[in-house]
């Protein structure tokens, strides 16, 4: 991890600069490239700034915490929703009084289109700068992590399992679409869109345990389980077309059995959010849900903001507007 303060600032007074987090590795490594140009325009439209870059996963919670013990009041995270996710994990565990800010740069940018941040870096940088603050909610996941210890983690967009996050481990997949220019507008898009495509093919339900609020627990199959905080996951797929990041609730939609063709042929409703309408798609307000395998010995991993933390049973539960986030006026 490496830290250093733009070459129109001074040291003396740095910690009350706003801190930049970069995930250079973001936009398959195009934010890496065009970094110097990024940083030339931002600073020119949005002023003095000091600026963090990640080395590994994990980074942006740690330089987040940092930032809060140096007395920071802005930090603004520069990479895509993981990169999001990350900062404001660092942000919500120290409990600081510390804003958030988004500098898009990344495949799926869900989080953006829910803030409604431009991508051009001048015209985020001069809302980064000029926009108003907004307290949201957050989502808080209690898992099992990839080495079977229970952890909790915050995330902003939406946690699921089933299609959506067999989707993820294909996007993350080396190799895929290599053929698209590094940092396309088309990459991220269509890696989900194959992805998608891929699985469906070798499509199954899911059958687990659920237990919403202070209802009994039931049986559900699903085919995707979406607990969402915003209404945007998977690169643009609108999930839950109707939530609202600051009501206290989360949008929890399931995706029931449905067969192949018909998910290949109504796909398109996932982005225009209008599968709300498809009988085999439900969804439900709520403030807590307890979630486990049907089968003990299944292991069924989660997707939490685009990153595969670690698999069910999970407990989430909202916390009401727990974050600060600059977002356009």
Same mark, same amino acid.
């Given at each position: 991890?490496?830290?250093k303060?733009?070459?129109?600032s ?8 706003p801190?930049v ?9 195009a934010?890496?490239s065009?970094?110097?140009e990024?940083?030339?325009? *931002?600073?020119a439209? *949005? ?5 963090a870059?990640t ?8 330089l987040a ?13 520069c990479?895509?929703?993981?990169t999001?996710n ?10 600081a009084?510390?804003?958030?800010g988004?500098l ?13 941040m431009?991508?051009?870096v001048?015209?985020a ?14 989502g ?5 992590n +990839?080495?079977?210890e229970?952890?909790s983690?915050?995330?902003l967009?939406?946690s699921?399992f089933?299609?959506?996050a ?10 895929l679409?290599?053929w ?10 269509a890696?989900f ?16 345990r ?11 199959n699903?085919?995707?389980?979406c ?6 996951f998977?690169g ?5 077309p109707?939530?609202l990041i600051?009501?206290?609730?989360f ?8 067969r192949t063709?018909?998910i290949i ?9 209008? +599968?709300l309408?498809?009988?085999?798609v ?13 089968d ?5 991993h989660i997707?939490?903001?685009g ?5 069910l ?5 909202i ?10 006026k």
């Open positions: 991890m490496s830290e303060t733009s070459k129109s001074s040291n003396n007074g740095a910690s009350n600069l801190l987090i970069v995930n250079p590795k973001s936009a398959a490594g934010t890496a065009r970094w110097a990024t940083a030339s325009d *931002f600073r439209h *949005f002023g003095a700034f000091q600026v870059f080395k590994k996963p994990g980074d942006g919670v740690e915490k940092r930032g809060a013990a140096q007395g920071r009041k802005f930090i603004i995270a990479g895509g929703d993981g999001i990350e900062v404001a994990n660092g942000i919500l565990e120290s409990g009084d510390i804003e958030l988004v898009p740069s990344g495949t799926g940018g869900d989080f953006r289109r829910t803030l409604g431009p991508t051009a001048r015209e940088a001069k809302s980064l700068r000029t926009g108003a603050t907004k307290l949201i909610d957050a808080k996941v209690t898992f099992f +990839h080495e079977g229970q952890i983690r915050y995330f967009n939406v699921s089933g299609l959506s067999s989707i993820n481990e294909r996007v993350k997949a080396k190799g679409l290599k698209l220019p590094v940092g396309s507008a088309m990459r991220g898009k890696k869109a194959l992805s998608t495509l891929q699985e469906v093919l070798d499509l199954d339900y899911t059958t687990v659920v237990k919403i609020d202070d209802a009994e627990e039931k049986l559900l699903t085919l995707n389980f607990v969402a905080n915003s209404r945007y998977g643009g797929m609108k999930i839950a109707n939530a600051n009501d206290g609730f949008d929890v939609v399931n995706i029931g059995d449905m063709a018909k042929l109504n796909a398109y409703t996932l982005y225009q959010g209008t +599968h309408d498809l009988k085999e439900k969804s439900v307000l709520a403030r807590k849900i307890e979630v486990s395998p049907a003990k010995t299944r292991e069924i997707e939490t903001d990153e595969l933390p670690g698999k049973p999970a407990i989430y539960e916390v009401p507007l727990a974050l600060k986030v600059r977002v356009p």
